[in-house]
């Protein structure tokens, strides 16, 4: 996991101060070049601070690994509940959905109700010259089945006409329709606002999770301050150059992965075109590869491209971009760019193609993080594969999405987006 490597990096870091100290501890901080050198008792007292300043900054390392530790935590915690808000989002605007049905089918079967109401009240005219007493009861009875004296009426039927006793069973049956689609609406209308509570009550969650988590990180940081504070006082101009050095090596990786990933993305056009080339009748083509049926790995490898040039943007949680974003608003995103439709929520992307096992992933291919139950919410984290073992994710609140290893302890799969 990330706060592993920066562990392990920082405990690098902190053996290699103490090294540099030790090595140049036997030139005093006043001695000047040229001088005869310092004395036995100089160099002692040197090798004895080095000494202190080592054991400081170790003992400062294990409380910031222990802080980072419970971070690692409050971040997964953070995530589920962050994911879980994006479900019930899902949900409440699948609820909303059948609301808005079951109310049209009450508009629909209102409106029949009153064309065959019209109708009884017509044929009582036509037929007696004025309102038969009868009809005119079965025409404005206005409740259906909701009306305790409804049935009684009916069965006045059999003492009229034939083309009566047809038009008052269809605005009975039209009125029993009626009550049945007002049933279903009000339970779609309860349906909708439980999901609505749950909604509410599941973004309170994650802003609760999240603003703890703010908090362990701004303490986390003034820790991290500390300790930087601490390892200036005892770094030595050798253990600077060594870092910058260090610093400069890792730029000139990473510039070295975007180049090939550059190449990559520059060759995946160049085959694309020349697939298009080939299926035109080397016209070219219309529209991208993928309309025509073409690899998905071209899709993948665009999806990908999109998502590196996201680096830097603020991770916000419940946000899916342009200006933020947290993990499963940046891979929908990124789909999206090649027109497959994920829902923002990881609990649905796990399920959105097939399963790929993890020596066989592709650029473009979706990596999964937590736990896999039959709750999809234990499932709180997703980056994109970008090769080489690394993706390309959104991690946390304070954080930017950036590129990170896919190797960490709560790996639990991947899925490739149809």
Not at 59 to 68: F, G, R, S, Y
Not at 283 to 303: E, K, T, V, Y
């Amino acid at each position: 996991m990330q706060s592993v490597e920066k562990r392990r990096r920082g405990a690098t870091v902190v053996a290699g101060l103490v090294c540099a100290l030790l090595v140049v501890a036997g030139l005093p901080a006043d001695a000047a070049p040229g001088s005869p050198g310092p004395s036995a008792d100089e160099v002692a007292r040197a090798s004895a601070e080095a000494r202190e300043q080592g054991r400081r900054l170790g003992a400062a390392t294990a409380l910031l690994a222990e802080a980072e530790a419970e971070l690692e935590g409050l971040t997964a915690r953070a995530e589920k509940l962050i994911e879980a808000y994006n479900g019930e989002l899902v949900r409440l605007a699948q609820a909303e959905e059948r609301q808005r049905r079951a109310d049209e089918q009450v508009r629909a079967a209102g409106a029949q109700v009153e064309d065959s109401r019209r109708a009884v009240a017509a044929l009582a005219a036509q037929s007696y010259g004025g309102m038969d007493p009868m009809m005119g009861l079965m025409a404005d009875a206005g409740g259906g089945g909701a009306d305790p004296g409804y049935l009684q009426r009916m069965s006045v039927m059999a003492h009229v006409g034939g083309g009566q006793a047809a038009r008052l069973r269809e605005l009975r049956d039209a009125r029993e329709v009626l009550v049945v689609f007002q049933e279903q609406a009000e339970e779609a209308y309860a349906e909708r606002r439980a999901a609505a509570e749950r909604a509410d009550a599941a973004k309170s969650a994650a802003e609760r999770a999240v603003a703890e988590q703010v908090a362990q990180t701004r303490r986390l940081a003034a820790e991290r301050a500390v300790l930087e504070r601490r390892a200036d006082a005892a770094r030595s101009t050798a253990d600077r150059l060594a870092r910058e050095r260090a610093e400069a090596l890792e730029r000139a990786r990473i510039a070295r992965e975007r180049a090939a990933q550059e190449r990559a993305r520059r060759a995946a056009i160049r085959r694309e075109r020349a697939r298009d080339g080939v299926r035109n009748g080397g016209g070219g083509g219309d529209g991208p590869g993928w309309a025509s049926g073409s690899d998905s790995s071209a899709r993948g490898d665009i999806a990908a491209d999109w998502a590196l040039t996201q680096l830097g943007k603020p991770y916000v949680w419940a946000a899916d971009g342009p200006g933020s974003y947290d993990c499963s608003g940046l891979t929908m995103r990124a789909w999206q760019r090649v027109g497959v439709r994920l829902d923002h929520w990881t609990g649905t992307q796990w399920t959105s193609g097939p399963h790929v096992p993890l020596d066989r992933l592709r650029r473009g291919d979706l990596v999964f993080f937590g736990r896999i139950t039959r709750n999809p919410g234990d499932i709180h984290h997703v980056g994109m594969y970008i090769g080489g073992g690394m993706m390309v994710h959104a991690p946390r609140t304070g954080d930017v999405v950036r590129i990170a290893p896919i190797w960490r302890s709560d790996l639990v799969g991947a899925t490739r987006p149809t």
